[in-house]
């Protein structure tokens, strides 16, 4: 029995030997002529970039950007970060939070000097306007009537949302220093809020939030209408923190600047109205600072 056992074994282990070697001596050519690697992206390379929004609407009509610029896998994920509050961006921005920030006009100049620089803007300069929105039903059909009012805007800072309307009033014989009552609320969306509910007479804003409003809310939106329009100046600056790495902004600006060369890009930019994204830079946004010398020079709230 244990001689049976013994030649087995001895059997098994020389064929197993035999296959072994056989397959040691197996010609290498024939190997890599049937046997391809595959690579996966080493994703450990990927740097973060965030991006500050100052509006729920923008964060809606961008979100299609965002999801395209990570689909390139360039080495760089955008992650966009939404705030609470409008004050709450701003002081975000003070604080050098975002590597990439959409600012409106007074914005940039502030961060200017706040470790910011700017490198891109929407090229539709006509559409940063703003309106001045009332209820259908309302009896407000002249800037004088809106005197004792209440009014609301975004916040003391939103250019476009509350700079650009009062300027607009005080233009038409309005004493906004005195003759209105201001609130300012978290957001372009709470003004429409405000003036539907009936906690304000009127709101300050922004055309291109109120655009989108009437798509998203329209049943509400039907109860309001625009009142007035101010004047056109300049759009919302795009802007990096100084210190991003010029490798990483590169890739991104790369990115935003050829959108208009892919049928892909192109819808995404006819999706906003905006125009297309161009280079800029500080200097562009000079006219602006004139504008505000002028507006703090009679309106003081």
């Known amino acids: 029995m244990p001689n049976h056992f013994n030649i087995r074994t001895i059997k098994c282990i020389s064929i197993y030997c035999i296959l072994l070697l056989a397959g040691c001596h197996t010609n290498p050519d024939q190997i890599s002529s049937k046997y391809a690697p595959t690579y996966a992206q080493d994703s450990s390379h990927t740097h973060n970039i965030i991006i500050g929004m100052p509006a729920q609407f923008m964060n809606d009509a961008f979100d299609p950007f965002i999801q395209f610029i990570n689909r390139k896998k360039v080495g760089i994920t955008v992650k966009v970060v939404?705030?609470?509050?409008?004050?709450?961006?701003?002081?975000?921005?003070?604080?050098?939070?975002?590597?990439?920030?959409?600012?409106?006009?007074?914005?940039?100049?502030?961060?200017?000097?706040?470790?910011?620089?700017?490198?891109?803007?929407?090229?539709?300069?006509?559409?940063?306007?703003?309106v001045i929105i009332t209820r259908k039903d309302s009896r407000i059909n002249t800037v004088a009537d809106l005197k004792n009012g209440s009014i609301s805007f975004p916040g003391p800072t939103a250019f476009a949302g509350t700079m650009l309307p009062l300027y607009f009033l005080y233009q038409h014989g309005l004493n906004v220093n005195q003759d209105?009552?201001?609130?300012?609320?978290?957001?372009?969306?709470?003004?429409?809020?405000?003036?539907?509910?009936?906690?304000?007479?009127?709101?300050?804003?922004?055309?291109?939030?109120?655009?989108?409003?009437?798509?998203?809310?329209?049943?509400?939106?039907?109860?309001?209408?625009?009142?007035?329009?101010?004047?056109?100046?300049?759009?919302?600056?795009?802007?990096?923190?100084?210190?991003?790495?010029?490798?990483?902004?590169?890739?991104?600006?790369?990115?935003?600047?050829?959108?208009?060369?892919?049928?892909?890009?192109?819808?995404?930019?006819?999706?906003?109205?905006?125009?297309?994204?161009?280079?800029?830079?500080?200097?562009?946004?000079?006219?602006v600072r004139a504008f505000l010398k002028q507006y703090h020079s009679v309106i003081h709230l």
Request: with cysteine; net charge neutral; hydrophobic share 40%.
């Open 82 to 130: 939404m705030c609470q509050s409008y004050k709450d961006y701003n002081e975000k921005m003070r604080n050098g939070f975002f590597d990439i920030v959409f600012a409106n006009p007074a914005d940039a100049l502030n961060i200017m000097n706040n470790g910011y620089s700017v490198f891109a803007k929407l090229s539709r300069d006509d559409l940063y306007q703003a």
């Open 180 to 287: 209105i009552k201001p609130i300012y609320v978290a957001s372009q969306e709470s003004t429409f809020y405000n003036v539907f509910l009936g906690k304000s007479v009127a709101a300050g804003c922004w055309i291109m939030p109120w655009k989108h409003f009437q798509i998203t809310n329209p049943d509400i939106a039907s109860k309001l209408c625009v009142k007035w329009e101010t004047p056109a100046l300049i759009s919302s600056a795009i802007m990096a923190r100084n210190n991003l790495d010029t490798l990483y902004l590169d890739k991104f600006k790369n990115i935003l600047f050829t959108l208009q060369e892919n049928p892909e890009g192109r819808k995404l930019l006819e999706s906003i109205s905006l125009g297309n994204f161009i280079a800029a830079s500080n200097s562009n946004y000079e006219p």
